[in-house]
T-cell receptor
Framework: GNSVTQMEGPVTLSEEAFLTINCTYT??????LFWYVQYPGEGLQLLLK?????DKGSNKGFEATYRKETTSFHLEKGSVQVSDSAVYFC??????????????FGQGTTLQVKP | DTEVTQTPKHLVMGMTNKKSLKCEQH?????MYWYKQKAKKPPELMFV???????INESVPSRFSPECPNSSLLNLHLHALQPEDSALYLC???????????FGQGTRLTVV
């Protein structure tokens, strides 16, 4: 079945450090891939997306590239800020037979950025 | 407008109470979802409505009863819940099966 694996957290960085959160997936069909961010006490916000191989999603300084050959969608940011502290979820939506829009989430990675 | 609105934001209910969670979107999306999220875990899908019809029930106990009165509204009726049902309940909507989901802020439910 479809699945998403994220690197274990928590990740603790100093402000202005480089961020990488690894995400790999297993899927039948041709999934769309997403990164969602959840700030404390809030719902999930879409951070970025990619719908086909080699697409690069980007938003607010974050980037991720859809790599079909390595089945990966790693999240990167060149210089993190304290305000980036949150939980980050990698997710896929299978474009295959079910077409229900069901999201398969990774376990989430908690990022803490210290001043 | 890319907003999904959920009410209430917080809810405390006893095990014998009946309450309802509400969700509204005005993006013209035809698929709407209920997810349950426990602390430090990813959201878990509960129900999917597609074109106002229930298309997926992920073996959710009958004390949770979803309802989709029209294409913009989604309700979750709660009855005889257990303390372990305490969680963040998230509503989401999508324009199609492979497009991004937009989530509401959630309802923080506590069952006492």
């Amino acid at each position: 079945g479809n699945s998403v694996t994220q690197m274990e957290g928590p990740v603790t960085l100093s402000e202005e450090a480089f961020l990488t959160i690894n995400c790999t997936y297993t899927a039948t069909g041709y999934p769309s891939l997403f990164w969602y961010v959840q700030y404390p006490g809030e719902g999930l916000q879409l951070l970025l997306k990619a719908t086909k191989a080699d697409d690069k999603g980007s938003n607010k300084g974050f980037e991720a590239t859809y790599r079909k050959e390595t089945t990966s969608f790693h999240l990167e940011k060149g210089s993190v800020q304290v305000s980036d502290s949150a939980v980050y979820f990698c997710a896929l939506s299978d474009r295959g037979s079910s077409n229900t829009g069901k999201l398969i989430f990774g376990q989430g990675t908690t990022l803490q950025v210290k001043p | 407008d890319t907003e999904v609105t959920q009410t209430p934001k917080h809810l405390v209910m006893g095990m014998t109470n009946k309450k309802s969670l509400k969700c509204e979107q005005h993006m013209g999306h035809r698929a709407m979802y209920w997810y349950k999220q426990k602390a430090k875990k990813p959201p878990e899908l509960m129900f999917v409505y597609s074109y106002e019809k229930l298309s997926i029930n992920e073996s959710v106990p009958s004390r949770f009863s979803p309802e989709c009165p029209n294409s913009s509204l989604l309700n979750l009726h709660l009855h005889a819940l257990q303390p372990e049902d305490s969680a963040l309940y998230l509503c989401a909507s999508t324009a199609g099966g492979w497009t991004e989901a937009f989530f509401g802020q959630g309802t923080r439910l506590t069952v006492v």
